[in-house]
């Protein structure tokens, strides 16, 4: 996982908007929130926490097979962020797209991948849920902008002889939501007229919260007991329920009508706030690195968001290396030692250019064209 080291808290929200830290704990539970800098788009977010999830999985960049990543926040309508972040992981034998259903993005992910593999049209992917929501905020939505923050989460499949991984998964759509939250494209009628309750801007999310509060309290239980019902196992043999991190009072509600206990659900939206479709696998991987799940665990994913979406999937979590995981050194060395190939690479395409520029003979010189590599300048891969 990768979430920016800059923090916004509910003070200082409370400096610029007419709320409070007490109203924003009480009817959400958040705490604060990630801000990416700069040079901190969606695929610099999503690299950062896919070179974690190969170090940790001890996987080289080009076993890799598919990449697919869930945003809403993507530098472009094309190309993908995925193939970004192909691009600076150096897996040179990877496909890769991006994929959009909002908040549940990570889950529908997560299915696809792993339908590939059971299909053995592949053997390892990554799945990657990242955004930079704080760029798509209207931050005079004093209902809507405190909720969202920025992050990463990513995980790494790989096909096995054990019965582990996605047992099931349950993905559902209803369109006649579509208009409850989103972010206007250019292509949306929406950004030309007002309906009485936003006025709608390109780029810019909107949501009418409280209908999206009910949607998602009645989806939850049907979704994460179809998908249990689908794979065989019980409820009371689920070691940890990883919901969506919308607002503790949806997580609460979850917990109550399933007849669980709260400390069975990951939350950790105190910190984050709603970081969309990363916050399923920012979530997973805490629960991960404080030991709440071991070999074996059955585990319960939830999302839920625009569209309208909703996706559960049951997962037997089974770690890489149970025994405890041994370090292999020269491994490390050739996945570093390849992500500064890709590092270097880009610089001799930039001084290439750059003598191209000096070369008098030339018919058609690079600056008489926009110069994608200048970008290379601005993302902050490190
Ligand atoms: N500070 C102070 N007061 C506020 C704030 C704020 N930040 N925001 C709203 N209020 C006010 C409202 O104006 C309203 O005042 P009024 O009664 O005088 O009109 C009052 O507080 C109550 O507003 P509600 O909207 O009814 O508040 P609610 O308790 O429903 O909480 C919230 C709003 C937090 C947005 C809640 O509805 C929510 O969490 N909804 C779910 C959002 C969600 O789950 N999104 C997930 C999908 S995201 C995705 O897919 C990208």
């Not at 889950?107 to 990242?130: E, H, P, R």
């Not at 919308?246 to 669980?260: G, T, V």
């Not at 799940?293 to 089974?318: E, K, M």
């Amino acid at each position: 996982m990768c979430v920016p080291e800059r923090v916004l808290t509910n003070d200082d929200l409370a400096a610029i908007l007419e709320t409070s830290d007490e109203w924003i704990k009480a009817r959400t539970g958040i705490k604060e929130r990630r801000i990416a800098d700069e040079g901190e788009t969606a695929a610099v977010l999503g690299v950062r926490a896919a070179r974690r999830a190969l170090e940790i999985t001890d996987i080289l960049p080009h076993q890799v097979d598919l990449i697919v990543v869930a945003t809403s926040t993507p530098e472009n309508i094309f190309p993908s962020t995925a193939s970004m972040i192909q691009h600076w992981l150096g897996a040179s034998k990877a496909g890769a797209f991006d994929l959009s259903a909002a908040c549940s993005g990570f889950v529908y992910g997560l299915d696809m991948a792993a339908q590939a593999i059971k299909s053995g049209s592949i053997d390892t992917a990554i799945v990657i849920g990242t955004e930079t929501m704080s760029r798509v905020m209207n931050w005079q939505d004093r209902s809507t902008c405190i909720l969202f923050g920025d992050g990463a989460g990513a995980v790494v499949l790989q096909a096995g002889e054990r019965k582990a991984g996605v047992l099931s998964t349950v993905l559902r759509s209803d369109g006649s939501g579509f208009d409850l939250l989103g972010i206007p494209a250019l292509g949306s009628p929406e950004i030309r007229s007002k309906d009485g309750l936003h006025e709608r801007r390109l780029h810019k999310m909107y949501m009418s919260g409280g209908e999206v509060f009910k949607f998602a309290t009645r989806v939850i239980k049907s979704s994460v007991l179809e998908s249990l019902h689908k794979s065989h196992v019980k409820l009371s043999d689920v070691k940890l329920i990883v919901p969506h991190q919308a607002n503790k009072r949806i997580i609460q509600a979850a917990a109550r009508s399933l007849n669980m206990d709260e400390d069975r659900f990951v939350t950790n939206l105190e910190r984050y706030g709603n970081t969309s479709a990363a916050s399923i696998p920012i979530a997973l991987v805490e629960a991960l690195e404080e030991g709440r799940v071991n070999d074996g665990d059955y585990i319960v994913l939830i999302g839920f968001g625009g569209g309208l979406t909703w996706a559960s999937s049951v997962i037997r979590w089974v770690i890489p290396h149970p025994e405890g995981r041994v370090v292999n050194r020269y491994r490390e060395q050739r996945r570093r030692a390849g992500y500064a190939l890709v590092s270097l690479r880009t610089r001799w395409k930039r001084w290439l250019k750059a003598l191209q520029r000096l070369n008098p003979f030339a018919r058609f010189r690079p600056e008489d064209f926009d110069d994608p590599d200048e970008f290379d300048d601005y993302y902050d891969v490190s």
